[in-house]
Nanobody, 125 residues
Framework: QVQLVESGGGLVQAGGSLRLSCAASGGTFSEYNMGWFRQAPGKEREFVAVIGWSGDRAYYADSVKGRFTISRDNAKNMVYLQMNGLKPEDTAIYYC??????????????????WGQGTQVTVSS
């Protein structure tokens, strides 16, 4: 059983930056690919980014490519999402998720077994 706790959300003006953190516990962190998803009001949850266990492979949604960077620190059981150039359309609850390594770097939420409670990101125009 893996527990995930996100932090770092908040209110920021358009063009600003935020760094989200996700702390993992209760499992072997390096056995999981780690993803970030988000859900805006009235919309379905969508993929943002995923990173492999060693941190050398990452994949991004087209909407965030070039602005967001996912990283992980296996020694600290942490995964991060650095968000630059934020836009109002980035406003959402952001979720951290863990998926087994053997499933690969997936964009569909169904491949992720463990989820955090989410952290709110609000970008004002």
């Amino acid at each position: 059983q893996v527990q995930l706790v996100e932090s770092g959300g908040g209110l920021v003006q358009a063009g600003g930056s935020l760094r989200l953190s996700c702390a993992a516990s209760g499992g072997t962190f390096s056995e999981y690919n780690m993803g970030w998803f988000r859900q805006a009001p009235g919309k379905e949850r969508e993929f943002v980014a995923v990173i492999g266990w060693s941190g050398d492979r990452a994949y991004y949604a087209d909407s965030v490519k070039g602005r967001f960077t996912i990283s992980r620190d296996n020694a600290k059981n942490m995964v991060y999402l650095q968000m630059n150039g934020l836009k109002p359309e980035d406003t959402a609850i952001y979720y951290c998720a863990a998926g087994r390594l053997e499933y690969g770097l997936r964009t569909e939420s169904t491949w992720y077994r463990y989820w955090g409670q989410g952290t709110q990101v609000t970008v004002s125009s």
